[in-house]
């Protein structure tokens, strides 16, 4: 148990749905993170918020979209996505210049 | 951007066997960690690791940073051991607020 939590866990949707992600922490850490992985392949980053700002996109598709409402709260909002984009998303926080704690993540799966 | 490559790719050993996993990358890091990911998904954290040797319990890590790579040691593996060992590195640092580099991991396999 890290003390981020991400919801839901398992998530099936087809092409034309929107969905979100949810990551919550109540770790008072300062950095929120989105990470991809898919099979075969590494952790890909995605996005980081630090105090609620955007500080990091990595070339992520716009099918995909953020959103820090606190500090406490991450969402990757999510609509018409490839059968590719199907993954674990993982959800990550860390405290100032410490290591990163990661949620058990959200296994998507596009139809 | 950094590279991050791990070797071996696949491991299998009986339990109690001592193994080292290893993690190069390719330019100077701010941190560096090794994470166990169990069946299920979970990232666990086991080292945070920039330079120097760690021990917690049965693993222990080093990182020698000029050099840049990193060790992890198993000794008297157990079966709850399996599971995918990743190693990531943060170039950043700083106000860069901890952008991790993934290598593409260990997939380890203990059997009884």
């Known amino acids: 148990e890290t003390g981020v939590t991400q919801t839901p866990r398992h998530l099936v949707m087809g092409m034309t749905n929107k969905k979100s992600l949810k990551c919550e922490q109540h770790l008072g850490h300062n950095a929120m993170y989105w990470y991809k992985q898919s099979a075969k392949k590494p952790l890909e980053l995605m996005f980081v918020y630090n105090f609620k700002e955007q500080t990091e996109n990595n070339s992520v598709p716009s099918r995909f979209s953020p959103e820090c409402p606190n500090s406490s709260h991450l969402f990757l909002h999510l609509h018409t996505l490839q059968p590719e984009d199907s993954a674990l998303y993982l959800c990550?926080?860390?405290?100032?210049?410490?290591?990163?704690?990661f949620g058990p993540g959200t296994r998507l799966t596009v139809l | 951007g950094i590279q991050v490559e791990q070797s071996p790719p696949d491991l299998i050993l009986q339990e109690g066997a001592n193994s080292t996993l290893r993690c190069n990358f390719s330019d100077s890091v701010n941190n560096l960690q090794w994470f166990h990911q169990n069946p299920w998904g979970q990232l666990i954290n086991l080292f945070y690791?920039?330079?120097g040797t760690k021990q917690n319990g049965r693993l222990s890590a080093t990182t020698v940073a000029t050099e840049r790579y990193s060790l992890l040691y198993i000794s008297s593996s157990q079966t709850t051991d399996s599971g995918v060992y990743f190693c990531?590195?943060?170039?950043?640092?700083?106000?860069?607020?901890?952008?991790?580099?993934f290598g593409q991991g260990t997939i380890l396999t203990v059997h009884p």
């Open positions: 990550a926080t860390r405290p100032s210049g410490d290591t990163q704690y």
């Open positions: 990531a590195v943060d170039s950043a640092g700083g106000t860069s607020y901890g952008k991790l580099t």
């Open positions: 690791i920039p330079s």
